[in-house]
C-alpha cells in the first residue's frame, strides 16, 4: 500500500489520520516528558537534526509515526516532495519513541537542502525544557493572548519576513546545529489546534503558515544557552528589534539613527511634533474656518473624496511637508517651545507668522528640489502669504 | 497598504468635516468677524478634540490606542476621570490592572518606553511588544489626519473673502 505511491494519496491518508492524532496528542502532550537521549539518537545518525516539522491548523497535525511510515517506505524523491507536501507540520516531539524519531531525523535533512521552497522549518524551533512545563503553560497562555490580538497584516508580514530570515540563516547553521546545542532536551511549546484561536486549515505555503503562526520555534543557537528564560528571552528581543524596524520605516529620517534608545527618542520626537501639527492646524482651522462658507464644505465633501483616491498635489506637497517639517522647524521650536503651546494673546499670530514663514522656505526648497509640483507648490505658497496677510490683517481689526 | 489607510483618509475626512460644520455652526450665532482670541482658542480646542475623536471613531474598537482615546475624550467631556481605568477593567480586575501597570514601569526603567507610553493613549496597559504595534498604527492615523487637515487649511485659503 505504501510502496510507489505518489504523493497526493499519501497525503490523503495523512490527513486522515489527522484528527485522531489531535485528539491522542492532546493527551500526549502532557504526559510525555522528553529526554536526551531524544536528541542523541537523532545525532547518531546524522547531522542530528531533529526534524520537527511546524504544523498550523485543524487539520496540521503529522504523527511521527505516521511520517516515519513515510520515510521508511517512500524513495528519497517522493520523500522530498513528500515532505514538500506537507507543509509546516508541527509535531509534538514529545518522546514518541525514539526508534521513529530518529527515523525521522535521518531522512529529511539530506533531503531539505534540495527542497527550496523552504518549507521545512525544523531548524527554526526552539526546543524548551521540559520540565519547565508550567512556565510553558504561561507562555504558552501569553502567547496565545498575543496571537489573538495580533491579527492585522503587519503583523503577519513582520512575521514573514521573521520567518524567511530565520529560514535562510537557520538553513545553512543546519549542519551546526547539532546535539551539542541542544543535549539538555526539549520541550517544545505546543498549541493545540483547539487551543488557538487562530488556527485555519492546513496550508503549505510558507507566508499563511506564518499567518497562523501561535508559537515561534526557536533553536538555541550554537554557544548560547539553553534556558527557556534565555531562550524566550530572545525571542523577545527579536520580536522588539523587528517592530522597531517597522517603525524605523515609518519615521523619516531614522535610517542614520541605529540603537534602541536613540530610535526610541526619534519616534517620540516625531509623535510629539505630530501632535503639536495637529494642534497648530486646529488653530488654522478656527480662524479660517468662519470664513468657510457651508456650501463650499458641502462640495468640498462630495468633490475631494474621489480626488483624494487620486491624491491631488496638494496632498502629495504636504505628505513631504510633513517630514521635511518635522526636521526644520525642529530648532524653530527649541527656539520657541512655548509659543504654539501655551497660545498668549500676542503668540498666536506671530506663532502662525512664524510657521508660515518657515514653510515658506520649505515650500521654496522644495520648488528647487522637484520640479513637477513646481506649480503645485506655487499655488500653495501663494495661499500661504495669503495667510499671513490675513493674520496680520486680523490684528489690525 | 494603500487602499486600508486610504479608506482611513477618506473616513477621518468625512467624519472630521461633519464636526467641523457642526462646530461652526454651533459658534456661528456670535458675530464671526469679531472674533477674540479666547474664542478662537476654544474654537481650536473642540476642533482639536472633534479631530482626535472623529479618529478614534474612524478606527473603531480595533485599537486598543483607539478605545483608550475614546475613554479619554469621554471623560474630557465631564466623565468621572477614572472611566479609563474602569473600562480597561472589564477585561480584568482592577487590582491585576493597577499590577500589571506597575510592572511595567519597573520594567520600563532602563529603555525610554516611558515617554513613548505617556504619549500614545492607554500606552500604560500595554506591554512593550504590543506598545510598538499600537505606535505604528498611531503614527499612521496621526500623519493622515495632519494631511487631512492641512488639505482642508488649504482648499479653506483658496478662496478669500
Request: overall charge positive; glycine content about 8%.
Given at each position: 500500500m505504501n510502496m510507489g505511491l505518489p504523493e497526493m494519496t499519501a497525503l490523503e491518508r495523512q490527513r486522515a489520520k489527522l484528527l485522531e492524532w489531535q485528539e491522542e496528542k492532546v493527551a500526549a502532550l502532557f504526559q510525555l516528558q522528553v529526554h536526551g537521549g531524544f536528541y542523541n539518537e537523532g545525532g547518531g545518525e546524522d547531522n542530528g537534526v531533529s526534524t520537527l516539522y511546524f504544523c498550523h491548523g485543524?487539520?496540521?497535525?503529522?504523527?511521527?509515526?505516521?511520517?516515519?511510515?513515510?520515510?521508511?517506505?517512500?524513495?528519497?524523491?517522493?520523500?522530498?516532495?513528500?515532505?514538500?507536501?506537507?507543509?509546516?507540520?508541527?509535531?509534538?516531539?514529545?518522546?514518541?519513541?525514539?526508534?521513529?524519531?530518529?527515523?525521522?531525523?535521518?531522512?529529511?535533512?539530506?533531503?531539505?537542502?534540495?527542497?527550496?521552497?523552504?518549507?521545512?522549518?525544523?531548524?527554526?524551533?526552539?526546543?524548551?525544557?521540559?520540565?519547565?512545563?508550567?512556565?510553558?503553560?504561561?507562555?504558552?497562555?501569553?502567547?496565545?493572548?498575543?496571537?489573538?490580538?495580533?491579527?492585522k497584516e503587519e503583523e503577519r508580514e513582520k512575521n514573514i519576513k521573521m520567518y524567511s530570515n530565520e529560514n535562510d540563516s537557520k538553513l545553512s547553521e543546519q549542519s551546526n546545529c547539532n546535539n551539542g546545542g541542544d543535549k539538555k532536551g526539549s520541550k517544545n511549546r505546543n498549541s493545540t489546534p483547539k487551543k488557538t484561536?487562530?488556527?485555519?486549515?492546513?496550508?503549505?505555503s510558507i507566508v499563511s503558515d506564518v499567518q497562523k503562526t501561535d508559537y515561534i520555534h526557536v533553536r538555541a543557537r550554537r554557544g548560547q544557552a539553553t534556558d527557556s528564560h534565555s531562550l524566550a528571552e530572545r525571542v523577545r528581543r527579536e520580536k522588539i528589534s523587528e517592530r522597531m524596524k517597522f517603525l524605523?520605516?515609518?519615521?523619516?529620517?531614522?535610517?542614520?539613527?541605529?540603537?534602541?534608545?536613540?530610535?526610541?527618542?526619534?519616534?517620540?520626537?516625531?509623535?510629539?511634533?505630530?501632535?503639536?501639527?495637529?494642534?497648530?492646524?486646529?488653530?488654522?482651522?478656527?480662524?479660517?474656518?468662519?470664513?468657510?462658507?457651508l456650501n463650499i464644505d458641502d462640495l468640498f465633501s462630495k468633490e475631494m473624496i474621489p480626488a483624494w483616491s487620486g491624491g491631488f498635489p496638494v496632498m502629495d506637497m504636504s505628505a513631504e511637508l510633513t517630514s521635511t517639517a518635522y526636521f526644520q522647524l525642529h530648532p524653530m521650536h527649541?527656539?520657541?517651545p512655548s509659543s504654539d503651546l501655551e497660545m498668549d494673546i500676542v503668540n498666536p499670530n506671530t506663532s502662525m507668522e512664524r510657521w508660515s514663514s518657515g514653510f515658506q522656505s520649505i515650500y521654496s526648497l522644495e520648488l528647487e528640489q522637484c520640479n513637477p509640483t513646481a506649480s503645485a507648490a506655487n499655488q500653495s505658497l501663494q495661499q500661504y502669504t495669503g495667510l499671513t496677510e490675513l493674520t496680520s490683517m486680523k490684528m489690525e481689526i | 497598504m494603500k487602499t486600508p489607510s486610504n479608506s482611513i483618509k477618506r473616513r477621518f475626512a468625512l467624519k472630521f468635516l461633519r464636526t467641523l460644520v457642526r462646530i461652526r455652526k454651533s459658534t456661528h450665532q456670535p458675530s464671526p468677524s469679531q472674533s477674540s482670541t479666547w474664542?478662537?482658542?476654544?474654537?481650536?480646542?473642540?476642533?482639536?478634540?472633534?479631530?482626535?475623536?472623529?479618529?478614534?471613531?474612524?478606527?473603531?474598537?480595533?485599537?486598543?490606542?483607539?478605545?483608550?482615546?475614546?475613554?479619554?475624550?469621554?471623560a474630557a467631556m465631564g466623565n468621572r476621570p477614572w472611566s479609563m481605568i474602569k473600562q480597561e477593567s472589564k477585561k480584568m480586575t482592577r487590582r491585576k490592572l493597577i499590577a500589571k501597570r506597575k510592572r511595567h514601569m519597573e520594567k520600563d526603567l532602563n529603555s525610554g518606553v516611558q515617554e513613548l507610553r505617556r504619549l500614545v493613549p492607554g500606552g500604560q496597559w500595554m506591554d512593550p511588544l504590543s506598545l510598538m504595534q499600537e505606535t505604528a498604527h498611531f503614527l499612521r492615523c496621526l500623519e493622515t489626519q495632519v494631511r487631512v487637515m492641512r488639505s482642508i487649511v488649504a482648499e479653506g485659503e483658496g478662496f478669500p473673502c
Open positions: 485543524d487539520d496540521g497535525f503529522m504523527g511521527l509515526r505516521e511520517v516515519s511510515n513515510q520515510c521508511n517506505t517512500i524513495d528519497p524523491n517522493a520523500r522530498i516532495e513528500g515532505w514538500g507536501q506537507f507543509g509546516n507540520i508541527e509535531v509534538p516531539c514529545l518522546g514518541f519513541g525514539g526508534e521513529s524519531i530518529s527515523r525521522t531525523a535521518s531522512c529529511p535533512p539530506a533531503a531539505v537542502e534540495p527542497v527550496s521552497c523552504g518549507m521545512l522549518t525544523e531548524p527554526s524551533e526552539k526546543i524548551l525544557q521540559a520540565p519547565v512545563r508550567k512556565d510553558g503553560f504561561r507562555k504558552r497562555k501569553a502567547e496565545r493572548m498575543k496571537s489573538t490580538k495580533d491579527c484561536s487562530e488556527s485555519n486549515s492546513k496550508d503549505k524605523q520605516d515609518l519615521v523619516p529620517g531614522c535610517n542614520k539613527v541605529t540603537g534602541k534608545a536613540g530610535m526610541l527618542d526619534e519616534i517620540i520626537n516625531y509623535v510629539r511634533s505630530l501632535q503639536r501639527q495637529v494642534e497648530f492646524l486646529s488653530m488654522k482651522l478656527a480662524t479660517v474656518s468662519p470664513r468657510l462658507d527649541q527656539a520657541a | 474664542e478662537i482658542r476654544r474654537r481650536a480646542q473642540r476642533i482639536k478634540l472633534a479631530a482626535y475623536s472623529s479618529m478614534a471613531r474612524t478606527v473603531g474598537s480595533k485599537r486598543a490606542w483607539s478605545r483608550a482615546l475614546t475613554m479619554k475624550l469621554r
